[in-house]
């Protein structure tokens, strides 16, 4: 049974452009968990999706970041005009019913 | 709003010791995990305590909840190196997760 599965684990953009990161949840997971983790700090909560449904998104910036999770495909997470504070590691979680996240290799976002 | 804070924020000890890592959070909650992070990795699940007086133990470490408290600790007994890592409490709802900052554990031989 594969884990959580996170693509690209490393991300380089420049100021500007934009980045997509994508989460597969484990197999029989349908929700879905969007974190930031900024250098030598925890994690902070961004947004909880289901299928097709954003149930959460109060830790998202109102600017710049949306996220989905289509009733096919990856969850995905979207940073338009990405800048240099944009730059962390973003960890994505999955599980069955809101219950105990295990949580993917993440993605390390390098803005330049 | 939901305030989780963990001490010590750095941990440096010596292999064999016991040492307690202490979680407090600020409103009461239903849940409280422990997670570890090797660097540069992901987080690894270890605990979920679900009630007041909760004890879970796995190896060499053990995790007690205090709801009343608002505290959880986290002992570790007779340190070894492959302890080495950062190590977070989060707490619920389970759908909103609040993480502590994190208390990095370096064990030396």
């Known amino acids: 049974n594969a884990g959580v599965m996170q693509n690209p684990r490393h991300l380089v953009r420049r100021r500007g452009q934009e980045a997509r990161l994508r989460c597969s949840p484990m197999?029989?997971?349908?929700?879905v968990y969007w974190y930031r983790q900024l250098p030598e700090e925890g994690l902070k909560f961004m947004v909880y999706?289901?299928?097709?449904?954003?149930?959460?998104e109060s830790g998202m910036p109102k600017e710049r970041f949306s996220a989905e999770f289509p009733k096919e495909g990856p969850s995905i997470l979207r940073i338009q005009q990405v800048v240099r504070g944009d730059s962390a590691a973003y960890f994505c979680?999955?599980?069955?019913?809101?219950?105990?996240?295990?949580f993917g290799p993440g993605t390390r976002l390098t803005v330049l | 709003e939901l305030k989780v804070e963990q001490n010590p924020l750095f941990l440096s000890m010596q292999e064999g010791k016991n040492y307690t890592i202490y979680c407090n959070y600020s409103t009461t909650s239903d849940r409280l995990y422990w997670y570890r992070q090797d660097p540069g990795k992901s987080l690894e699940s270890l605990f979920v305590?679900?009630?007041?007086?909760a004890v879970k133990q796995e190896g060499r470490l053990m995790a007690s909840l205090d709801t009343k408290a608002r505290l959880s600790t986290l002992h570790i007994t007779a340190a070894v190196h492959d302890l080495s890592a950062t190590y977070f409490c989060?707490?619920?709802?389970?759908?909103?997760?609040?993480f502590g900052q994190g208390t990095r554990l370096t064990i030396n031989p």
């Open positions: 999706l289901q299928k097709e449904n954003i149930i959460d």
């Open positions: 989060a707490v619920g709802p389970a759908q909103k997760l609040v």
């Open positions: 197999k029989g997971h349908s929700h």
């Open positions: 979680a999955s599980s069955t019913l809101p219950d105990t996240q295990y």
């Open positions: 305590l679900l009630s007041n007086g």
